[in-house]
């Protein structure tokens, strides 16, 4: 079943606390993204990648980082959470100019 | 500011009729366009899209209508279910041949029973 992973759905952290939150698809997808969702603003891009080893900011990059070492992988990484970064998070994958396919999201909270 | 919007944030309709939700963007260049649908828990969910060079689409019971002259999308859903409530969420992408998608708020779908 072609289908983008997110891990964990769920994950309760303290301030200042690293995590990283992993995203994984099987759709060979060149293009791959995270977003995060907030009450009243919709889904907004944070970083996204066009390919192995390469990504870029998306509109709210601040206070993440990402990777791409291997097509199917794409970790968001938060180095040092705060409480603004509470939010629903989604990572999306799509073939180049293709309609974006979304995992089922990961529920953080930072305390 | 944001360069797509929704005229309506809630939308309630009998369940038969049929619904329009309605985009705006100001991005003239954009060519792209998602209709995405969100149920409670889960992430969005790819309805139908539409490149600039159309004006109309159509899915099963779904229609994209794009209008470039008031940079204006609406989804027309037919005989509405109750399966339809969900949020709806359009999106166009920022820059040609890449999928950085810029979503509008969304509008929350409910159907009447």
């Known amino acids: 079943e072609a289908q983008v992973t997110q891990n964990p759905r769920y994950l309760i952290t303290v301030t200042g606390k690293k995590l990283t939150v992993t995203c994984s698809q099987n759709m060979n997808h060149e293009y791959m993204s995270w977003y995060r969702q907030d009450p009243g603003l919709g889904l907004r891009q944070i970083y996204y990648s066009m390919n192995v080893e390469v990504t870029d900011k998306g509109d709210v990059p601040e206070g993440y980082k990402v990777s791409r070492k291997e097509k199917r992988n794409f970790p968001l990484i938060l180095e040092s959470p705060s409480p603004n970064q509470t939010s629903l998070y989604f990572c999306?994958?799509?073939?180049?100019?293709?309609?974006?396919?979304f995992g089922q999201g990961t529920r953080l909270t930072v305390v | 500011g944001e360069s797509v919007g929704l005229h309506l944030p809630t939308l309630s309709v009998q369940e038969g009729d049929n619904s329009i939700i309605n985009c705006a963007y100001s991005n003239s260049a954009s060519d792209y366009f998602i209709w995405y649908k969100q149920e409670s828990g889960k992430g969005p969910q790819f309805i139908i899209d539409?490149?600039?060079?159309?004006d109309k689409r159509q899915g099963q019971r779904v229609t994209v209508l794009l209008n470039k002259t008031v940079k204006h999308l609406s989804l027309q859903i037919a005989a509405t279910q109750p399966g339809d409530s969900a949020v709806y969420f359009c999106?166009?992408?920022?820059?040609?041949?890449?999928?950085?998608?810029?979503f509008g708020t969304g509008t929350r779908l409910t159907v009447i029973p």
């Open positions: 539409i490149r600039s060079n159309m």
């Open positions: 999106a166009e992408n920022k820059r040609t041949g890449a999928n950085n998608l810029f």
């Open positions: 999306a994958s799509s073939l180049r100019g293709g309609e974006a396919f």
